[in-house]
Nanobody, 121 residues
Framework: QVHLVESGGGLVQPGGSLRLSCAASGSIYTINTMGWYRQAPGKQREWVASISSGGSTNYVDFVKGRFTISRDNAKNTVYLQMNSLKPEDTAVYFC???????????????WGQGTPVTVSS
């Protein structure tokens, strides 16, 4: 099994910053893409950003210029630096990873349990 554990969420004022982390552990041979999603109350989960094993990044339009995704492959960890936060960024943020299991080299896809982010004055 592969487990993802997010951390770094919390309450922040509009215009503030937060840095989310997500560490993967378990029977991992390699991790390909890692990404962040979010789900606001009463809404569907939506993709926010992703990063390949080689460091290529992609962002949804409404976070471009404000959020930065990065990863540390040696630590199997992905980060999301969130700046200039807005009330509409309030959501539970989930990380996602796909890759290959150690040993069998079968594909895996895993989700974390989510970390809440509240942007409010």
């Amino acid at each position: 099994q592969v487990h993802l554990v997010e951390s770094g969420g919390g309450l922040v004022q509009p215009g503030g910053s937060l840095r989310l982390s997500c560490a993967a552990s378990g029977s991992i041979y390699t991790i390909n893409t890692m990404g962040w999603y979010r789900q606001a109350p009463g809404k569907q989960r939506e993709w926010v950003a992703s990063i390949s094993s080689g460091g290529s990044t992609n962002y949804v339009d409404f976070v471009k210029g404000r959020f930065t995704i990065s990863r540390d492959n040696a630590k199997n960890t992905v980060y999301l630096q969130m700046n200039s936060l807005k009330p509409e960024d309030t959501a539970v943020y989930f990380c996602n990873a796909d890759g290959l299991y150690a040993g069998t080299l079968a594909d895996f896809g895993a989700w974390g349990q989510g970390t809440p982010v509240t942007v409010s004055s």
